[in-house]
């Protein structure tokens, strides 16, 4: 069937149960452009804007469940968020769609919202139009004051990450999907049960945003990213944007089970340090402030756990168990690099 543009988005968009209603949002869908109030406070309140762009067959499969896609989308976005510490308000999304399908647009209305809902931040807005399958999606979101940062890392400070790294890249080769990784590590795919599967497809299309715990950390945490480009590349982020270095160690780096039955040990160090897409958060903290966010992140539910300390120079660099310096053979994912 033969939709425009104006249809697709009134009959699957516009009143889809993501586009819930909000006190923050004061004009959703249907203008030339969504508006936000910001609640009075007596300090400073910040509006964040953060958007990622997921490409058919570069980000995910262009067969993938629709639904799957479309909360991936969404939770990418809302782990930015998560690691400015701020509170979602709404989202707009740009759907580039090759035709018009109902089936397939209802599944991915329907991926939207159980995430969207669980986090307080509705669809306002967006655009359609026709080509191939890419998928935008702008998040905001307010923080008091600044938030957290990227800049405020200090020598001595140590480096904490949440959750566990490397499984979804371990993910992408469990779905017989090229990574950028395929040259360095041999993924052992005949270890893998079906629970394993699972657990795997979960990890790439349903990560988890930390909004709570950025939004708990702030104020406690010295700097702050999420983990989309993998540890290794992220962290040097921080160390760029705050001018100080810092050294990781490879044997505190969390992995999962899965991942270390599908790799060796030293090459499950390097897909958690490499792989990206895991939208974990990695914070630095004064030392005296570690046992006080140890503890805020138990109660949320999420593993803290210590990899690292900020040094000084630049740059990040890894060691072993014996303590020497270790040389990682290739860097982060790169969506445009020279051959």
């Known amino acids: 069937m033969s939709r425009s543009e104006f249809d697709i988005i009134k009959n699957f968009f516009a009143n889809c149960p993501a586009a819930f209603p909000s006190e923050h949002v004061k004009l959703g869908i249907g203008d030339d452009a969504a508006q936000f109030t910001l609640p009075h406070s007596s300090v400073e309140l910040r509006f964040n804007v953060s958007m990622d762009t997921l490409a058919a067959d570069v980000h995910f499969p262009a067969d993938a469940n629709p639904g799957?896609?479309?909360?991936?989308?969404?939770a990418v976005n809302l782990s930015d968020l998560a690691a400015m510490g701020a509170t979602p308000l709404g989202f707009t999304l740009g759907l580039t769609l090759p035709r018009s399908d109902d089936l397939w647009l209802q599944q991915f209305a329907d991926g939207l919202t159980a995430l969207a809902t669980k986090h307080h931040c509705p669809l306002v807005g967006g655009n359609l139009s026709r080509g191939p399958l890419h998928i935008a999606v702008q998040v905001h979101g307010s923080t008091q004051g600044e938030g957290i940062q990227r800049n405020g890392a200090a020598?001595?400070?140590?480096?904490?990450v949440s959750g566990v790294l490397g499984d979804a890249v371990a993910a992408l080769a469990s779905f017989a999907l090229p990574t950028h990784l395929d040259t360095l590590l041999e993924f052992d795919l005949g270890s893998?049960?079906?629970e394993d599967r699972t657990y795997l497809q979960r990890a790439y299309y349903d990560p988890e945003p930390r909004v709570e715990l950025g939004q708990a950390c702030a104020g406690r945490v010295s700097a702050g990213i999420d983990v989309s480009d993998g540890l290794l590349a992220d962290l040097g982020h921080i160390c760029a944007a705050s001018g100080v270095g810092a050294v990781l160690e490879l044997q505190r780096l969390p992995i999962s089970s899965v991942l270390n039955k599908m790799l060796a040990t030293k090459k499950a160090q390097l897909a958690a340090?490499?792989?990206?897409?895991?939208y974990e958060l990695c914070f630095t903290l004064a030392p005296d402030r570690l046992a006080e966010a140890q503890a805020i992140a138990a109660e949320l539910g999420v593993p803290l756990t210590q990899v690292g300390v900020i040094e000084q120079?630049?740059?990040?660099r890894c060691t072993g168990e014996d303590g020497e310096t270790v040389a990682i053979p290739r860097s982060a994912y790169q969506h445009f690099h020279q051959e």
């Not at 799957?68 to 969404?74: C, S, T, V, W």
């Not at 020598?155 to 904490?160: A, N, R, S, W």
């Not at 120079?313 to 990040?316: A, P, T, Y």
């Open 192 to 194: 893998l049960n079906d």
């Open 313 to 316: 120079g630049s740059g990040v």
């Open 155 to 160: 020598v001595g400070d140590i480096v904490v």
């Open 68 to 74: 799957l896609i479309a909360n991936r989308a969404l």
């Open 273 to 278: 340090l490499l792989g990206g897409d895991d």
